[in-house]
């Protein structure tokens, strides 16, 4: 089988999307070849049937594989990238899940007929539920533009934007906001505990709840607000709670002051 895909890097996140793309069918472990220096890691692609390397130099010379997939650490992005140039032709599509690296960092480095996709996934995507957002260049076909969403959908749900600039509030909001999300669940812990619960129950209720509830607004195809009215009932508890959390809108205030500055350090971290 001829192979279609690179997959540069086999970390954490590469092998998550790996382990994605050959679990849902969507492709074949010979048709997947995974470039990775380190050993343990390289050992785990060929233990699921794909071929793999230390380097770039190891795919096979004939192969022109549809998409290369850049899955290494910003820092290295350059160096990395760089080992495919000769496959800059225009028949590949590279895939880059490199948080904060512009589209025309790739261009530079691979020239200008190259298809160029930047993804911003985000951790969830290790078990499936992951939220990835999609930016090409003009180069891009539409088929390609639909493999690549169908790949990405075994990692969770896909969106795309047309505006390159937005990437940074992305980054804010989904690359970053599972972050905010657990300090959410450490948070109501503590209040539990300080609530007098005992240690483990306080972790299991916060936990559950926060679960449950965003599992809730996921599939009952409710709009949140209205989710939250019909657990509000009037002067009851809920009300209570609720009057501190939205009173002078300390909560969207607090949030969009960290989403804020969240785009804000991505732009830096951009230049």
């Given at each position: 089988?001829?192979i279609r895909?690179?997959?540069?890097?086999?970390?954490n996140m590469g092998?998550?999307?790996?382990?994605?793309?050959?679990?849902?069918?969507?492709?074949?472990?010979?048709?997947?070849f995974?470039?990775?220096?380190?050993?343990?890691?390289?050992?785990?692609?060929?233990?699921?049937?794909?071929?793999?390397?230390?380097?770039?130099?190891?795919?096979?010379?004939d192969a022109?594989?549809?998409?290369?997939?850049?899955?290494?650490?910003?820092?290295?992005?350059?160096d990395?990238?760089?080992?495919?140039k000769?496959?800059?032709?225009?028949?590949?599509?590279?895939?880059?899940?490199?948080?904060?690296?512009?589209?025309?960092?790739?261009?530079?480095i691979l020239?200008?007929?190259?298809?160029?996709?930047?993804?911003m996934?985000?951790?969830?995507?290790a078990?499936?539920?992951?939220?990835m957002?999609?930016?090409?260049?003009?180069?891009v076909?539409d088929?390609?533009?639909?493999?690549?969403?169908?790949?990405?959908?075994?990692?969770?749900?896909?969106?795309?934007?047309?505006?390159?600039?937005?990437?940074?509030?992305?980054?804010?909001?989904?690359?970053?906001?599972?972050?905010?999300?657990?300090?959410?669940i450490?948070?109501?812990?503590v209040?539990?505990?300080?609530a007098?619960?005992?240690t483990a129950?306080a972790?299991?209720?916060?936990?559950?709840?926060?679960?449950?509830?965003?599992?809730l607004?996921?599939?009952?195809?409710?709009?949140?607000?209205?989710?939250?009215?019909?657990?509000?009932?009037?002067?009851?508890?809920?009300?209570a709670?609720?009057?501190?959390?939205?009173?002078?809108?300390?909560?969207?205030?607090l949030?969009?002051e960290?989403?804020?500055a969240?785009?804000?350090?991505?732009i830096e971290?951009?230049?």
């Amino acid at each position: 089988m001829a192979i279609r895909l690179v997959l540069a890097g086999c970390g954490n996140m590469g092998y998550a999307m790996l382990s994605g793309w050959l679990k849902s069918g969507k492709l074949a472990p010979a048709a997947v070849f995974v470039v990775e220096p380190n050993a343990e890691l390289r050992k785990r692609a060929e233990a699921v049937g794909c071929g793999a390397a230390a380097d770039a130099g190891g795919i096979p010379a004939d192969a022109v594989p549809a998409l290369v997939v850049i899955a290494v650490k910003p820092q290295v992005i350059r160096d990395v990238t760089a080992a495919y140039k000769r496959l800059g032709d225009g028949r590949t599509t590279f895939v880059s899940i490199a948080a904060g690296t512009p589209v025309a960092t790739f261009e530079d480095i691979l020239g200008n007929r190259a298809p160029i996709i930047r993804c911003m996934p985000n951790t969830p995507a290790a078990i499936g539920k992951g939220m990835m957002v999609v930016f090409s260049n003009r180069l891009v076909s539409d088929d390609t533009k639909r493999f690549v969403a169908d790949l990405l959908s075994a990692s969770g749900a896909v969106a795309d934007i047309d505006d390159e600039g937005l990437m940074d509030a992305v980054t804010a909001v989904s690359g970053s906001g599972p972050a905010y999300v657990f300090h959410f669940i450490e948070a109501l812990t503590v209040a539990a505990e300080k609530a007098g619960l005992p240690t483990a129950t306080a972790k299991l209720l916060a936990m559950q709840t926060v679960y449950g509830a965003a599992s809730l607004a996921a599939e009952s195809g409710e709009e949140p607000g209205v989710l939250r009215q019909q657990v509000t009932s009037p002067n009851g508890t809920t009300a209570a709670a609720l009057a501190v959390l939205m009173g002078e809108e300390r909560l969207t205030n607090l949030l969009t002051e960290a989403v804020e500055a969240a785009r804000l350090r991505s732009i830096e971290l951009g230049k």
